[in-house]
């Protein structure tokens, strides 16, 4: 088992302590253990959790919604997991879709300026 200081999980997740912390404080990750002075040490499960959440966030999707998500998947409660990953992967849908739209019309703006540099006050 790899053990991690809140210190470097941060730099292996590529995210700041402070970070870490507001994550921890959210219960998005959990130490897996403390030590006799209260320092909480990570693990490999928090380090992927971490990684998770932050590519998440990145995608769009609210502390707020992966919190419960969180809850639900540390929780004996596997109706709930279920219910939150299928409500974050039709988030992720109907990202996908604004995403496409947005390509679409992007592709269809012309690749020239319509008006030349000079003449834009």
């Known amino acids: 088992m790899n053990a ?18 507001d994550h921890v404080l959210r219960g998005l990750v959990h130490p897996a253990r403390r030590t006799e002075s209260g ?3 990570f693990d490999e499960q928090s380090l992927a959790r971490l990684r998770f959440v932050r590519a998440a966030f990145e995608a769009g999707i609210g502390l707020d919604v992966l919190a ?27 990202r996908r879709e604004s995403l496409a739209d947005l390509e679409a019309q992007l592709a269809a703006m012309p690749a020239e300026p319509a008006y030349p540099a000079e003449s834009v006050p």
């Open 4 to 21: 991690y200081t809140i210190s470097r999980l941060a730099e292996d997740a590529g995210v700041s302590v402070h970070v870490v912390r």
């Open 39 to 41: 320092y909480g040490i």
């Open 68 to 94: 419960r998500l969180c809850r639900a998947l540390d929780a004996a409660d596997g109706a709930d997991a279920v219910a939150q990953l299928a409500g974050l992967r039709q988030q992720l849908e109907r």
